[in-house]
């Protein structure tokens, strides 16, 4: 054999390797990918008439630990939002005349992933809706899901006892004492109520608790927010679900 055949299976078996490691590397870092977070995937319901403009996202999850449960979150998911469709339908069609001149009756529904990982998933839909008057109305319904038990979570179900209430309003208080200029324009001392025990998500490693439109403030500010720190919270917070602070 001449030195150059040698050079060229040399060359040939280096090639082989490289590719070998290369195809290795891809499959660990989709396994990986895997591990992140489930999927979500979305479609988008679309159309308009002479009185009526609708827009309406629709989620769906893949990858649950259990099948049955993931095929429930999804059909109560696109239910809801058939159901709304439906609804709305109805009252622009009743309204269509009340609607300010060259304006239409709208639906528009949105949905924003806050986390997924750790077997936990927050999702928030936001819907507008606008049927006549000088605004729609818009609110947020929150998803909080255990993926590891199959179950949506309530604010409630984090905590170890029911003094996390007055630990949570606490850290709230503060919160608006230290940020005094950002929420300023509140007409009410925010408290946890029954509604928060959904009106949350998580997200940046925060327990975010948010009041809808008109609870504490005039509608054009929104939704009022309160980010807590999930870390000063671990230590209320049952075991379980510690693996959402990272």
């Not at 199959?150 to 979570?153: L, N, R, S």
């Given at each position: 054999m001449t030195a150059a055949t040698?050079?060229?299976?040399?060359?040939?078996?280096?090639v082989f390797m490289v590719r070998v490691l290369v195809s290795f590397l891809i499959v660990i870092c989709l396994c990986g990918c895997d591990f992140e977070g489930v999927r979500i995937t979305n479609d988008v319901k679309e159309y308009e008439t002479d009185f009526a403009s609708v827009k309406a996202e629709i989620i769906s999850f893949s990858g649950f630990n259990n099948e049955e449960f993931e095929k429930s979150v999804n059909s109560e998911i696109a239910g809801n939002i058939e159901s709304d469709i439906v609804a709305f339908d109805m009252e622009a069609q009743e309204n269509k005349d009340n609607v300010r001149m060259g304006n239409k009756c709208v639906l528009e529904i949105d949905w924003e992933e806050?986390?997924?990982?750790?077997?936990?998933?927050?999702?928030?839909?936001?819907?507008?809706?606008?049927?006549?008057?000088?605004?729609?109305s818009?609110?947020?319904?929150?998803?909080n899901i255990d993926i590891a038990t199959?179950?949506?979570?309530k604010l409630s179900d984090l905590f170890t006892d029911t003094g996390y209430e007055n630990t949570l309003n606490r850290m709230i208080n503060e919160l608006v004492t230290e940020n005094s200029e950002e929420y300023k324009d509140l007409w009410a001392k925010p408290e946890i109520k029954q509604s928060h025990q959904t009106d949350?998500?998580?997200?940046?490693?925060?327990?975010?608790?948010?009041?809808?439109p008109y609870d504490l403030s005039y509608y054009a500010r929104g939704f009022v927010e309160f980010p807590l720190?999930?870390?000063?919270?671990?230590?209320?917070?049952?075991?379980?679900y510690r693996r959402i602070i990272e």
């Open positions: 040698d050079l060229s299976a040399l060359f040939c078996r280096g806050k986390y997924n990982n750790n077997d936990f998933i927050s999702v928030v839909e936001e819907k507008y809706v606008y049927t006549g008057g000088a605004h729609g818009t609110v947020r319904i929150p998803k199959g179950k949506e979570i949350f998500y998580i997200n940046d490693n925060k327990l975010v608790i948010f009041f809808q720190d999930l870390g000063e919270l671990s230590g209320y917070m049952k075991e379980e």
